[in-house]
């Protein structure tokens, strides 16, 4: 199927790669249908794009590439409702807030999107407020560790 | 909006398993002590607007700039 998209025109995806999220994004509830589609080849930036309105697209970010020791737990009910069978097809990202410069871009640590890629669905979840959990993570700590 | 009134070192019970109790007031601030199930998540309401504004921030995404992310390679 065909769908537009805010950065790449008119993009054909199939419908297998739709990814719901039951409860939409935080303040953006009504969008539950997306898509990841890569910036390029190895990048740990994606888009995350919805299916249903063109304008709601993210930048996100593989968030282990800029922050190694980021790992968090997540509470049984999350497992349910991700239908958890594996950690393993659990994927994390994170939604980057970009600026210009780049480097003065920042990482929502605190409230990760996380998607079970082989069930296609997923959960902005909120992580405990915790000093390891910034909302606005500055994405020029990476320090040369993406190329 | 059920409104209770509560002294210091009283509490509130929500559910069969969820205890709210007043720990401490000082001025205008009052310390809370909540004991509940793990699976109940407890947020400051904040944390959650912030977290929308957020979101809603990060739409805000200048066109220039994926082009230069794009022609990084």
């Not at chain 2, 109940?40 to 309401?45: L, M, S, T, W």
Request: contains cysteine; hydrophobic residues 40%.
């Amino acid at each position: 199927m065909q769908i537009q998209t805010k950065f790449l025109g008119e993009v054909e995806i199939e419908e297998k790669e739709i990814i719901t999220l039951t409860n939409g994004l935080l303040g953006l509830e009504e969008y539950t249908k997306y898509v990841l589609l890569p910036l390029e080849k190895d990048s740990p930036l994606a888009f995350f794009q919805s299916v249903e309105e063109p304008q709601i697209g993210f930048v996100v970010a593989y968030p282990f590439a800029f922050k190694k020791d980021y790992a968090f737990d997540i509470g049984e009910d999350d497992k349910e409702e991700l239908q958890v069978e594996k950690a393993e097809d659990l994927i994390a990202y994170s939604i980057v807030t970009l600026k210009e410069p780049f480097e003065s871009s920042t990482l929502n640590l605190l409230a990760p999107i996380v998607i079970n890629s082989v069930k296609k669905c997923g959960k902005q979840i909120v992580l405990q407020d915790n000093e390891a959990f910034p909302l606005r993570f500055p994405i020029a700590e990476l320090k040369g560790s993406v190329k | 909006m059920l409104v209770l009134s509560r002294k210091l070192n009283e509490s509130i019970i929500i559910g069969e398993n969820i205890e709210v109790k007043v720990l401490s007031i000082e001025g205008d601030q009052v310390k809370l002590g909540i004991v509940a199930p793990k699976n109940i998540k407890v947020h400051r309401r904040e944390i959650y607007e912030s977290i929308q504004e957020q979101n809603k921030a990060a739409l805000n995404i200048d066109a220039n700039l994926i082009q230069k992310l794009t022609k990084k390679r």
